[in-house]
């Protein structure tokens, strides 16, 4: 299957710092990348949408300002906390599909993860 | 509103045989997976269905009832590997994702 790769894997912060989290299809154009937040023993949580060359759409209740998403090539995206607090804590997990090369099945590819810990 | 309803927690044997229900409630309808999550890890895929009936992988089974917005994951001849999170998450009318909390499954020797 299509590899999604995640940088970095762990981080810890300073409060009021910033953030940037990669995300990189290896071997397949990702025109559309998501980006989700889980907290221990809970669901993943939708964050954003990052389109390649446009804005993101984010859901309801998430801060534009304060997650910052940027597509600019179709193998890569990425999230930056901006002024990152302990409440900000979380495994960022980004996912794509491979919709280009027309073997698309509907499976969300996933990177590894990035748990970020703020301190 | 949309939702997934799947078990918290569950508890089998190595060796033995564990199904996993899920049920949903969406805005229309277009396909069911099932992930498998391990602690501290990414999600990967494990089964994607759209009709009715039962699709089988390997040890792994997953079953669709479309009218009874029904599905399960059959895991067959556990091993201690198979101790994850198992996440069920199905298509609505726009192809949002609708991700279920997620069954932790605990392997006992």
């Known amino acids: 299957g299509a590899v999604v790769s995640q940088h970095p894997s762990w981080v810890i912060c300073k409060s009021g710092t910033s953030v940037k989290i990669e995300c990189r299809s290896l071997?397949?154009?990702?025109?559309?990348m998501f980006w989700y937040r889980q907290f221990p023993k809970q669901s993943l949580m939708l964050m954003a949408t990052?389109?390649?060359?446009?804005?993101?759409?984010?859901e309801q209740g998430v801060e534009k300002d304060k997650f910052l998403i940027n597509h600019a090539s179709l193998t890569l995206s990425t999230l930056t906390v901006t002024s990152a607090h302990p409440e900000d804590s979380s495994f960022y997990i980004c996912?794509?599909?491979?919709?280009?090369?027309?073997?698309?099945?509907?499976?969300?590819?996933f990177g590894e993860g990035s748990r970020l810990t703020v301190l | 509103g949309q939702n997934i309803d799947q078990p918290t927690e569950m508890t089998a044997t190595e060796g033995a045989i564990v199904q996993i229900n899920c049920t949903y409630q969406?805005?229309?309808?277009?396909?069911l997976f099932w992930y498998q999550q391990h602690a501290g890890e990414a999600p990967t895929f494990l089964s994607y269905?759209?009709l009715d009936g039962l699709e089988e992988k390997g040890r792994f089974s997953s079953f669709l009832s479309r009218s009874k917005g029904y599905s399960y994951l059959l895991l067959k001849e556990l091993q201690m590997k198979d101790s994850a999170s198992y996440l069920c998450?199905?298509?609505?009318?726009?192809?949002?994702?609708?991700w279920g909390a997620g069954t932790k499954l605990i392997i006992k020797p």
């Open positions: 996912s794509a599909r491979d919709l280009l090369s027309g073997h698309d099945t509907g499976e969300l590819f």
């Open positions: 071997d397949f154009q990702a025109t559309t």
């Open positions: 990052s389109n390649e060359g446009s804005k993101a759409t984010y």
């Open positions: 969406t805005s229309g309808f277009n396909g």
């Open positions: 269905n759209v």
């Open positions: 998450a199905a298509w609505d009318s726009n192809y949002q994702l609708i």
